[in-house]
């Protein structure tokens, strides 16, 4: 079992709908979860944070985190051509220094 | 501006040849980073450092080595390259005192060891 599993996609959604993108983990020691957008040929860059369980939004983007089910995922509201990208979720072991990264879920949205 | 640099953005090497990826930070940062990408593999880390002097293998570590001498730089060293760490690496920073742990990453080494 993979330590942080994505589903590769891709995942296809119209420009205006909600896109729902999910991560499971296998440590249950793991505190710290993190969404990262990187474009095709750029460097990851942090969207959200969050470490209890629950909703956290911030914009158009909200994480929600299920410790109990080893779960979470990413809403991205109103999705926009813009937000085409994958989208790696991460999670520490132990540390947050220490990230392990799912392979990450390409998201495309059409005009 | 703040921004994690590295060089050289692009490398061919062949194998056994030694090299030097370099990595710097100008936030001040006490935590980086180095990782590799490789398709459905994702980003595994190889070498992470908490601060000058203070280096910890992640979970690639073979075949690399990193030194810490000052808080900005945190280089990747290949001594003997070989073909299977030919990759796309990239660099990251954080800080402890950034509540929201971000690593900022570099913009990627686009290595081939042939």
């Known amino acids: 079992q993979k330590e942080v599993e994505q589903n590769s996609g891709p995942l296809s959604v119209p420009e205006g709908a909600i896109a729902s993108l999910n991560c499971t983990y296998s440590d249950r020691v793991s505190q710290s979860f993190f969404w990262y957008r990187q474009y095709s040929g750029k460097s990851p860059e942090l969207i959200m944070s969050i470490y209890s369980n629950g909703d956290k939004e911030d914009g158009r983007f909200t994480a929600q985190l299920n410790k109990a089910s080893q779960y979470v995922s990413l809403l991205i509201r109103d999705s926009q051509p813009s937000d085409s990208a994958t989208y790696l979720c991460?999670?520490?072991?132990?540390?947050?220094?220490?990230?392990?990264f799912g392979t990450g879920t390409r998201l495309l949205v059409s005009p | 501006e703040a921004q994690v640099t590295q060089n050289p953005r692009y490398l061919i090497t062949v194998t056994g040849k030694k090299l030097t990826v370099t990595c710097s930070q100008n936030?001040?940062?006490?935590?980086m980073s180095w990782y590799r990408q490789d398709p459905g593999l994702g980003l595994r880390q190889i070498y992470y450092?908490?601060?000058?002097?203070?280096?910890d293998k992640g979970d690639v570590p073979e075949g690399y080595k990193v030194s810490r001498k000052e808080k900005r730089n945190f280089p990747l060293i290949l001594e003997s390259p070989s073909p299977n760490q030919t990759s796309l690496y990239f660099c990251?920073?954080?800080?402890?005192?950034?509540?929201?742990?971000?690593?900022?990453f570099g913009p990627g080494t686009r290595l081939t060891v042939t």
């Open positions: 450092s908490m601060n000058v002097e203070v280096t």
């Open positions: 990251a920073s954080s800080s402890s005192t950034d509540r929201s742990y971000e690593q900022y």
């Open positions: 936030m001040n940062h006490e935590y």
């Open positions: 991460a999670v520490d072991k132990g540390s947050f220094q220490k990230l392990v």
